[in-house]
């Protein structure tokens, strides 16, 4: 340091430096010291904005030119948050799973394993057919749909889920109403409104099927009864259904017969 320009000193003598001066020498003694030996290109935290100033990120912090960067790497804080970094990378390659032979799962063994995304290139949606049907015993009210995936690759199953209304951000949210999606690449996974009414999961009444060779996609279901099978249900023959069995005497005495049961207890 120049001890002999300072305010207060003689010439030929050297002035006392304060704590501030001191900083101020040893900031740019650092400063010189790292243009000389750190190549701000490999700095892989070392930023130039578009204000011209230079940032670093790994502390978010904003400097003037080059020299105030590396004094700023020097420092306490570049340094920690360094530590911390380091510390929280091997944490992280010691939580990647291990591969058959011991290895690790990235590509060297020395990092986590990196799977490219799949990006697939849609060519429209399927043709569909969507059929209502009433099973004939428990009168259920169900639907049939066909989905035609004919450019669908070798290997490729269709997949279908049901999805509440709360989930879909196309409309507005319906409590009435529920959605099926079916998907299968290459083609745009398409969706159904249905009525939001619970799925009959029994044997037979909900079922899937793919055929390959057609490459068509088959799914029926069954919606719950509201009511409880005798009330208007059952076998046809059986009491109770529709048209068979115990007559409505009203729609019987609108047809002109005379309505089934005992006639009615006249009162005087």
């Given at each position: 340091?120049?001890?002999?320009?300072?305010?207060?000193?003689?010439?030929?003598?050297?002035?006392?430096a304060?704590?501030?001066?001191?900083?101020?020498?040893?900031?740019?003694?650092?400063?010189?010291?790292?243009?000389?030996?750190?190549?701000?290109?490999?700095?892989?935290?070392?930023?130039?904005?578009?204000?011209?100033?230079?940032?670093?990120?790994?502390?978010?912090?904003?400097?003037?030119?080059?020299?105030?960067?590396?004094?700023?790497?020097?420092?306490?804080?570049?340094?920690?948050?360094?530590?911390?970094?380091?510390?929280?990378?091997?944490?992280?390659?010691?939580?990647?799973?291990?591969?058959?032979?011991?290895?690790?799962?990235?590509?060297?063994g020395?990092?986590?394993?990196?799977?490219?995304?799949?990006?697939?290139?849609?060519?429209?949606?399927?043709?569909?057919?969507?059929?209502?049907?009433?099973?004939?015993?428990?009168?259920?009210?169900?639907?049939?749909?066909?989905?035609?995936?004919p450019?669908?690759?070798?290997?490729?199953?269709?997949?279908?889920?049901?999805?509440?209304?709360?989930?879909?951000?196309?409309?507005?949210?319906?409590?009435?109403?529920?959605?099926?999606?079916?998907?299968?690449?290459?083609?745009?996974?398409?969706?159904?409104?249905?009525?939001?009414?619970?799925?009959?999961?029994?044997?037979?009444?909900?079922?899937?099927?793919?055929?390959?060779?057609?490459?068509?996609?088959?799914l029926?279901?069954?919606?719950?009864?509201?009511?409880?099978?005798?009330?208007?249900?059952?076998?046809?023959g059986?009491?109770?259904?529709?048209?068979?069995?115990?007559?409505?005497?009203?729609?019987?005495?609108?047809?002109?017969?005379?309505?089934?049961?005992?006639?009615?207890?006249?009162?005087?």
């Amino acid at each position: 340091m120049d001890f002999q320009n300072r305010a207060g000193s003689k010439p030929g003598s050297g002035g006392v430096a304060g704590s501030d001066q001191g900083n101020i020498d040893r900031r740019d003694r650092l400063r010189k010291l790292a243009l000389e030996t750190i190549d701000l290109a490999k700095d892989p935290y070392f930023m130039k904005n578009h204000l011209g100033s230079y940032e670093c990120k790994l502390c978010l912090t904003l400097h003037t030119n080059e020299g105030s960067y590396l004094a700023h790497t020097q420092g306490k804080k570049h340094q920690s948050n360094l530590a911390r970094r380091a510390a929280r990378d091997a944490q992280d390659t010691q939580n990647v799973p291990m591969l058959e032979g011991g290895q690790m799962g990235g590509a060297n063994g020395m990092g986590p394993r990196i799977v490219p995304r799949k990006v697939a290139v849609k060519i429209g949606r399927p043709g569909y057919k969507v059929t209502k049907i009433r099973d004939p015993f428990t009168r259920q009210l169900g639907l049939l749909f066909q989905i035609q995936y004919p450019e669908a690759a070798d290997g490729i199953r269709p997949r279908h889920r049901f999805m509440s209304a709360y989930e879909q951000h196309q409309e507005e949210p319906n409590k009435a109403f529920q959605y099926l999606l079916f998907a299968a690449e290459p083609y745009e996974t398409i969706s159904f409104k249905v009525q939001s009414k619970e799925i009959d999961k029994a044997e037979g009444k909900f079922w899937t099927f793919w055929d390959p060779d057609a490459r068509q996609f088959h799914l029926q279901f069954f919606f719950k009864n509201d009511r409880p099978v005798g009330y208007g249900g059952g076998a046809p023959g059986a009491p109770g259904y529709p048209g068979m069995g115990a007559v409505n005497p009203g729609r019987a005495a609108m047809m002109g017969a005379p309505p089934s049961g005992p006639p009615p207890a006249f009162v005087q």
